[in-house]
């Protein structure tokens, strides 16, 4: 298994943008199945983002289509989520999830590998 650690989230106004990252360590990053979701309070985590493991397939939730990009750097080990035009909604503590074999990559229960999250604040 691969361990992973997000990093960027903070507090921005909304319309501003963020890239969060995804450190991941142990062997063969680039073999798997990457993907963001995220957690408000109250709320069960959701669906964000997600991209195959050479980056050729990326799929988004029709909430964040056209604002959010995930893209991967498999010589860095990394996974990055480019966020623009936030908006106050998007607020949440993002998670970066890893996975080896194939699933629905759009369900949490399919990943293996879990970050420990990094919040994300959009104030109005």
């Known amino acids: 298994q691969v361990q992973l650690v997000e990093s960027g989230g903070g507090l921005v106004q909304a319309g501003a943008s963020l890239r969060l990252s995804c450190a991941a360590s142990?062997?063969?990053?680039?073999?798997?199945?990457m993907a963001w979701f995220r957690q408000a309070p109250g709320k069960e985590r959701e669906f964000v983002a997600t991209?195959?493991?050479?980056?050729?397939?990326?799929y988004y939730a029709d909430s964040v289509k056209g604002r959010f990009t995930i893209s991967r750097d498999n010589a860095k080990n990394t996974v990055y989520l480019q966020m623009n035009n936030l908006k106050p909604e998007d607020t949440a503590v993002y998670y970066c999830?890893?996975?080896?074999?194939?699933?629905?990559?759009?369900?949490?229960?399919?990943?293996?590998?879990w970050g420990q999250g990094t919040q994300v604040t959009v104030s109005s």
């Open positions: 142990g062997r063969f990053f680039s073999r798997y199945h």
């Open positions: 999830a890893a996975q080896y074999y194939t699933g629905d990559y759009t369900q949490a229960n399919a990943f293996s590998s």
């Open positions: 991209i195959g493991s050479n980056g050729g397939s990326t």
